[in-house]
């Protein structure tokens, strides 16, 4: 086996308390010893002085589902990340029946093309541990994926044979070693389920003792009802709930960011295991089509695509959408299009465009969807710095990056945020400390999905390790330049190798 030895470390533990010096020896796979060790003489030796040793770092928030399998890609490990879980908000790679219908539903976030897609959590759980070399994966099951593998496009209530079914589909993913469920509350279909159903679905992940995660209702003008159904439904399943990428959206909104971290304290007193997590940047980014009441994606994309065409349906999307509205046209960027001809509208705002075209702000959004058949994405600026600052010191979360890969110019949360988090946000901002900042993102995370063996710098534990010098940490990362590649981080271990 071969022995890495690093000296002089500052060690950052993962558990959150102050960093000490000590030499970590690493012994193949695992963590041999911590502390003042001496160097065996075959070991290779690494020289850490200056620099602070912590466990590599989890994005317990990640649609690299299909990327994963990607052994040439490095944006999430230049950053230090060791482990990603994946199959957030609705949407993981199986349980895969119509391949079709999954890649409408899901290509938006996931980014995967024409073929893709597992039959069976097992499926995809196996291929990961065979290909994933840069990261391990943990898995939830996307309740949008596994409604449309049990049920298609159909929107509300469903049958009682295909709510057991998706119960024993679920049971059995869980089983099989996903780590949890999660839902995407504002994405069709899954948006349309009643809570009955997601009452059924969270007591098999309450039985299992997995973890429920949810992209909420709503974050906008309904973010405290949101919270308050999730609170409810994990009340009345039992289940572990995690709110995922907390955020209030839109300025007449942003007193609401207290009163929704006051109902999740609140929660917690009563006896509910409650947690969030939140990416470290002001702006959002998803598919176009949330724009849209998600009545209009019944039927999927030619569902939507044959309502476009109808002036009557484009006037009741139009008002729907202005009453919603929370934004201005100029926060709403366009990220990623399909066509070459629309390339050049990335990075614009719907204001920039609406003049561009000549059309209304509503009218480039029905035209944009139409011209790319429903596969556009956008980057939308929605928080204040003050909730963002308190969500992210907040005892209760977790940082995550809820990066994805778009056709376009990507958030730069998918190449930037742990960086930025260590970078900006502590060294500069000092919104947080930084051996409190390295829990959020490797001991907590762990603990809170079941990360084994993983998140902390402990003998016995997997080697994951990322060294870096905590005064120059720093994410290049910008929204006109988002590959930029963080500086500071000089070696990433995984499983004790140095990738
Ligand atoms: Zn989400």
């Known amino acids: 086996m071969s022995l890495l030895f690093l000296k002089n470390a500052q060690v950052a533990d993962g558990s959150g308390t102050p960093f000490y010096p000590a030499n970590i020896l690493i012994d193949g796979d695992k963590i041999a010893a911590v502390g003042p060790v001496d160097c065996p003489p075959e070991a290779t030796e690494i020289n850490c002085s200056g620099q602070v040793v912590s466990p590599g770092f989890i994005d317990a928030h990640s649609h690299s589902d299909l990327q994963v399998l990607d052994p040439q890609r490095t944006e999430k490990s230049r950053q230090g990340v060791t482990s990603e879980v994946v199959g957030n908000c609705g949407f993981s790679p199986y349980p895969c029946g119509d391949e079709q219908a999954l890649h409408e539903f899901a290509n938006g976030i996931l980014f995967g093309g024409a073929h893709w897609g597992w039959r069976k959590a097992a499926d995809y759980l196996l291929e990961t541990q065979a290909r994933a070399r840069l990261a391990s994966v943990a898995s939830l099951v996307g309740h949008g994926s596994l409604r449309i593998a049990h049920a298609g496009n159909a929107h509300g209530a469903l049958p009682e044979t295909t709510l057991s079914a998706m119960e024993a589909t679920l049971d059995e993913s869980l089983a099989d070693g996903a780590t949890g469920f999660s839902t995407g509350l504002m994405y069709a279909p899954g948006a349309s389920a009643p809570t009955d159903e997601l009452i059924r679905l969270c007591r098999v992940v309450a039985k299992r003792d997995k973890i429920y995660c949810t992209h909420i209702r709503d974050y906008s003008t309904h973010l405290l009802e949101a919270i308050d159904e999730q609170i409810e439904l994990a009340r009345n399943s039992g289940c572990r709930l995690q709110i995922s990428h907390l955020q209030t959206v839109g300025r007449v909104n942003w007193y609401r960011n207290d009163l929704a971290l006051e109902k999740i304290e609140q929660a917690r007193q009563n006896g509910i295991d409650v947690m969030f997590d939140c990416y470290p940047y002001l702006a959002g980014s998803t598919v176009l089509t949330q724009m849209l009441p998600q ?144 829990h959020k993102v490797t001991g907590k995370p762990a603990d809170r999905f079941q990360i084994r063996q993983r998140g902390f710098i402990r003998p016995g534990y997997f080697a994951d390790l990322a060294i870096f010098d905590a005064n120059a940490i720093q994410s290049q990362s910008t929204y006109a330049n988002p590959e930029g590649k963080p500086v500071g981080i000089s070696h990433v271990i995984r499983n004790g190798q140095l990738i």
């Not at 994606?297 to 002036?311: F, I, M, V």
């Not at 035209?367 to 010191?393: C, I, W």
């Not at 979360?397 to 958030?411: A, Q």
């Open 295 to 438: 009545w209009a994606l019944e039927g999927g994309t030619s569902g939507l695509l044959e309502r476009l065409q109808d002036p009557a349906t484009r006037r009741r999307l139009t008002d729907a959408i202005l009453q919603s509205m929370v934004h201005q046209w100029s926060d709403i960027f366009i990220s990623g299009v399909q066509s070459e001809a629309n390339a050049h509208l990335v990075g614009q705002n719907l204001e920039e465009i609406s003049k561009l075209r000549s059309e209304s702000p509503t009218d480039v959004i029905f035209n944009l969807l139409v011209e790319e058949k429903g596969a556009v994405n956008m980057l939308q600026f929605n928080q204040s710095e003050e909730n963002l600052r308190r969500n992210l010191a907040h005892p209760l979360s977790i940082v995550i990056s809820d990066g994805f890969y778009v056709k376009g110019r990507p958030h730069p949360r998918l190449h930037g945020t742990f960086p930025e988090l260590l970078g900006r946000i502590c060294r500069e901002n000092h919104w947080l400390t930084l051996a409190g900042a390295l």
